[in-house]
């Protein structure tokens, strides 16, 4: 009922019930995850109702500092390498094949875009981004 109350829809609120009671089971072991492959952390983690692989990508290179992954399908991503580059990429598996350059720090180089993204729209924290120089 919390979760609601922060505005969190009938649905997230489900895919959170469902993975908490996972969690509680023993039927998703979260925190073996910071010492599972990439591959398998993220089948491991789209498994779960509700967690697709974008929210699981995001996860690992967030959440567990993974180093070399690209969040498949980020607007942000392709946005901002469109204006890094000054084209257009007319899928995502473009931006998948552009970003082969970057292995094996592809997490650094999204972060860095997505930052240029912001960035161009006056939505960068000029506070945060001092902090990490």
């Given at each position: ?87 257009q990429?007319e ?43």
């Amino acid at each position: 009922v919390q979760t609601r109350a922060c505005g969190v829809s009938r649905q997230k609120h489900r895919y959170l019930h469902q993975l908490a009671d996972d969690v509680f089971q023993g039927r998703f072991q979260l925190h073996r995850l910071a010492e599972t492959p990439d591959q398998q952390a993220l089948c491991q983690l789209t498994a779960r109702l509700g967690i697709g692989r974008w929210s699981a990508e995001v996860y690992l290179m967030s959440a567990l500092d993974r180093p070399d992954i690209l969040p498949f399908g980020d607007l942000g991503l392709l946005k901002g390498l469109e204006e890094l580059d000054g084209g257009q990429y007319e899928s995502f598996e473009a931006v998948v094949e552009r970003a082969k350059q970057w292995r094996p720090y592809r997490s650094t180089a999204t972060r860095l875009v997505w930052a240029l993204y912001l960035d161009n729209r006056g939505l960068l924290n000029p506070m945060a981004a001092s902090s990490v120089t």
